[in-house]
């Protein structure tokens, strides 16, 4: 079946870096969503993507849908301590179709 | 933005027993809502699709009998745990599909069950 896979795994960055990672799929995806969850939470949504090579931003999030539809890419910059948190990527091809969840990305941000 | 409750947030039972979890859409008529479970440290893994008014899609290797979904209205499912196991202990979380916002689910912020 589809399978996303989300890299890296874990991340420990300073306060103030820069942080990139990123989501493959084996198949392509029309539609790719950032979400980030805090412990003990439900995700929340960061971005949406909807058109191959679109570039969105949310605040200091900057997310990429890949021009082959197979990737998709999240950037943030300037951490602050709240930024930590789990990041999942998920997709989607049709919206009829169910939402594949990546394995997400665990982030941490040392003061 | 859509807002998605769930109730309760967090419940301990006892092993046989059965725990009725909700979810609401607050602000939004919500047609699709669909429930998944997420062990620690692992992503979230769908269980069941619940459309209003009809009988909820599980996925493979979710047993329905187990797992009673009811969506009784367009603002509410349940999910059911039945003769809970402590192998059921999980964080359950609901989402919920806007009517206009066909591409977006909602979440809610989870329900912690914990099975003795």
């Known amino acids: 079946g589809q399978q996303l896979n989300q890299s890296p795994q874990s991340m420990f960055i300073q306060e103030g870096e820069d942080v990139s990672m990123n989501c493959t799929s084996s198949?392509?995806?029309?539609?790719w969503l950032w979400y980030k969850q805090d412990p003990g939470e439900g995700p929340v949504l960061l971005i949406a993507l909807y058109k191959a090579g679109e570039l969105t931003s949310n605040g200091r999030l900057t997310a990429q849908f890949g021009i082959t539809r197979k990737d998709s890419f999240l950037n943030i910059s300037a951490s602050i301590p709240s930024d930590v948190g789990i990041y999942f990527c998920a997709g989607y091809k049709t919206s009829y179709d169910k939402v594949i969840f990546g394995p997400g990305t665990s982030l941490s941000v040392i003061p | 933005g859509a807002v998605v409750s769930q109730h309760p947030s967090w419940v301990i039972c006892k092993s046989g027993t059965s725990v009725k979890i909700e979810c609401r859409s607050l602000d939004f008529q919500a047609t699709t809502m669909f429930w998944y479970r997420q062990f620690p440290k692992q992503s979230l893994m769908l269980m069941a699709t619940s459309n209003e008014g009809s009988k909820a899609t599980y996925e493979q290797g979710v047993e329905k009998d187990k797992f009673l979904i009811n969506h009784a209205s367009l603002t509410l499912s349940t999910l059911t745990v039945t003769s809970a196991h402590p192998e059921d202990s999980s964080f359950y979380i609901c989402?919920?599909?806007?009517?206009?916002?066909?591409?977006?689910?909602?979440f809610g912020p989870g329900t912690r069950l914990t099975v003795l």
């Open positions: 198949s392509i995806f029309n539609t």
């Open positions: 989402s919920a599909r806007a009517p206009r916002e066909l591409d977006t689910q909602y």
